[in-house]
């Protein structure tokens, strides 16, 4: 099992920025592709970005590329999410998630956090 917990959610005015942090617990935190997901009100959840466990590789949501950007330090097993730019259509719980495999993530994971809240006011 892998346990993750997000953190660093909020409210932020319209352009404004936040960082995303997951902290991951259970096995090797540095075996594992990481990625971001959310899910608006009344909405189903939605890819957001991906990250490798080498590093090398990275992914993004069209609606997000140029704006966020996913990061990792596998010392201090932790993901982050920096959000530059924000919109209210970013309005969302976002997720933090793990899988063995990178290049599926778009589709899914095995290992899900609690989510956090972030709330872009217009």
């Known amino acids: 099992q892998v346990q993750l917990v997000e953190s660093g959610g909020g409210l932020v005015q319209a352009g404004g920025s936040l960082r995303l942090s997951c902290a991951a617990s259970?096995?090797?935190?540095?075996?594992?592709?990481m990625g971001w997901f959310r899910q608006a009100p009344g909405k189903e959840r939605e890819f957001v970005a991906a990250i490798s466990w080498s590093v090398e590789s990275t992914s993004y949501a069209d609606s997000v590329k140029g704006r966020f950007t996913i990061s990792r330090d596998n010392a201090k097993n932790t993901v982050y999410l920096q959000m530059n730019s924000l919109k209210p259509e970013d309005t969302a719980v976002y997720y933090c998630?793990?899988?063995?495999?990178?290049?599926?993530?778009?589709?899914?994971?095995?290992?899900w956090g609690q989510g956090t809240q972030v709330t872009v006011s217009a």
């Open positions: 998630a793990a899988d063995r495999i990178f290049v599926t993530m778009r589709t899914g994971a095995r290992f």
């Open positions: 259970g096995r090797t935190f540095s075996n594992y592709a």
